[in-house]
């Protein structure tokens, strides 16, 4: 039978044992904290890995499913708007009926739609079900944090966050790579059907391992209307910083659905002061620390997202790389993740969160401000040693963040927790490119004309001086076909010297918004709620 700690279902207040009740917790395979971290491991290494490897299969998806440039961009966003919209509704959903049961169901749905994409003969069909996709995915996340809170105690659970978002960290930097090595040597279907199984591993895992650790005060009710204002509202932010670079930050419809997105925010906060089980009791943020985590994972995300975003194209459009080595190229960037994970856990552990974190986000600063010196004949030892700070820096603050928001919120809330960190992280993902962009595409506007015209290169018309810049913010020369050998040097030197301004200064925001990071991690401490964790977890 499956154990869990919950509450009396007369309503009763009779508190349950707080250990499982058919085998004690940390004895056997079912519930040992570290059989149980690997297996939401399993798990989420899918959700994480999709999240970068699918970029790499979008030109042979573009080429076999005759679809438009528009309909590739869906691949990804449709992934990424149902994830972010539902990631705190599905900590809720963890949080009434237990995260075990979440978590199996999000790993069986996920698998479930991955294999449904590689046998889709239609790019409709692909952005369905990678909607799917993120939808299982959104259950899956705030699940597995869920899980480690309840199972590890107090003193090991910084470590075993560390690990996870090691798994996350390695996932999401490993992924060109992957991805580059299936769609190269076997199929862009192959990207999906890998996590076939994988998540058949992770419910075997799951079916063997896993407990259900459900708080005794957990809830037995549903804000629906709350449900929908937060889902809207969210839709609406997404959906704007999707549509930005397409619409135009000035764009009344830019801005239109930014206004929609306030209001339903407000209308949120309001509602969920009136309602007896609110989804979000807002009385959370009154913790400092937990606001002050949620802020930081934002601020983490711009930095790290937006600046990566440009580094992927610098190195196969600047430097002419391919997706394999470029992601090679990264490595010290995960290597430096995956090495500093668990060290910042028990740094944290002894520590406390507060210098670890500060300090994590001081290095993020110096990386990205290295990055923003990259010139277009840099080597690749300087582009290392940039890469690896910055893995370096944002390990502490992968692990940090995550113990100051999901322990200074009560047990029986972690799942809300866990989904308010993985959407603060989605939406600064989000923001970072979004915003970064903006600025790169502004210093290109702004320099290719002059460039273009003091490399003594023909005059372009309006319209082709738009599409050149169109080129040039992905770091590729627009270089026609038949053109001279000596115009076309002097075109891509134009392109790249101005793909290089663009991004230093991109760079530049970055390691600003690093710095305010830096500020805010010392409103941070170790959580309120910590000894809840793992109670009755036994001997690890």
């Keep these: 039978m499956t154990s869990q700690t919950t509450i009396d279902a007369t309503g009763s207040g009779d508190k349950a044992s707080s250990a499982p009740s058919d085998e004690a917790p940390g004895k056997g395979l079912r519930g040992h904290p570290w059989f149980t971290l690997i297996t939401v491991a399993v798990g989420v290494m899918m959700v994480a890995l999709d999240g970068t490897i699918v970029a790499i299969a979008n030109p042979a998806i573009q080429k076999d499913l005759g679809a438009s440039f528009a309909d590739v961009q869906w691949i990804t966003n449709g992934y990424f708007l149902a994830l972010a919209v539902t990631l705190i509704t599905a900590g809720k959903l963890g949080d009434r009926f237990g995260h075990r049961q979440t978590f199996l169901i999000g790993v069986v749905g996920f698998a479930a739609a991955s294999g449904a994409i590689g046998l889709s003969d239609s790019i409709a069909l692909v952005v369905t079900f990678r909607v799917f996709q993120g939808l299982f995915g959104a259950l899956l996340m705030p699940a597995a944090l869920g899980l480690l809170r309840a199972t590890f105690p107090a003193e090991k659970l910084n470590m075993a966050i560390g690990i996870w978002g090691m798994v996350i960290g390695a996932s999401t930097a490993g992924g060109p790579i992957l991805g580059g090595l299936l769609v190269q040597h076997v199929s862009w279907q192959s990207v999906f059907f890998i996590n076939v199984p994988v998540g058949v591993l992770a419910l075997v895992l799951g079916v063997l391992i896993l407990t259900d650790h459900r708080a005794e005060n957990a809830p037995r009710s549903f804000d629906l209307l709350g449900i929908g204002l937060l889902s809207g509202a969210m839709f609406c932010l997404v959906w704007a910083l999707i549509k930005a670079p397409t619409w135009g930050w000035g764009d009344v419809l830019t801005w239109s659905f930014l206004g929609v997105s306030v209001l339903g925010f407000g209308l949120f906060a309001f509602w969920e002061t009136r309602v007896k089980e609110p989804l979000i009791p807002l009385g959370l943020f009154r913790s400092v620390p937990l606001s002050a985590g949620v802020v930081l994972m934002v601020l983490m995300a711009i930095a790290f997202m937006g600046g990566l975003f440009f580094v992927t194209f610098y190195l196969q459009n600047v430097h002419g790389m391919s997706p394999v080595d470029a992601g090679l190229h990264l490595l010290p960037l995960t290597g430096m993740m995956i090495v500093g994970s668990p060290l910042a856990g028990a740094l944290i552990t002894k520590s406390g969160p507060r210098i670890p974190l500060a300090g994590g986000m001081a290095l993020t600063a110096i990386a990205m401000f290295g990055m923003s010196t990259l010139k277009t004949d840099t080597g690749s030892g300087i582009m290392s040693l940039w890469f690896a700070l910055l893995g370096l820096g944002l390990a502490p603050v992968m692990v940090g963040a995550t113990e100051v928001i999901v322990g200074n919120a009560p047990m029986e809330l972690s799942g809300v927790a866990g989904g308010l960190q993985q959407a603060a992280m989605q939406i600064g993902g989000s923001l970072g490119t979004a915003v970064l962009g903006a600025v790169m595409a502004s210093k290109v506007d702004g320099d290719l004309a002059g460039n273009w015209s003091d490399a003594k290169l023909p005059p372009l018309t309006p319209a082709q001086l738009d599409q050149a810049s169109e080129a040039v913010q992905v770091g590729a ?64």
């Design 477 to 540: 020369a627009p270089v026609a076909k038949d053109t001279p050998a000596a115009i076309a040097a002097k075109i891509t030197d134009v392109a790249h010297d101005t793909f290089i301004s663009g991004m230093s200064l991109a760079c530049l925001v970055a390691a600003g918004v690093a710095v305010v990071a830096v500020l805010v991690a010392m409103f941070t401490k170790r959580g309120d709620n910590a000894e809840a964790a793992g109670a009755g977890a036994g001997h690890i």
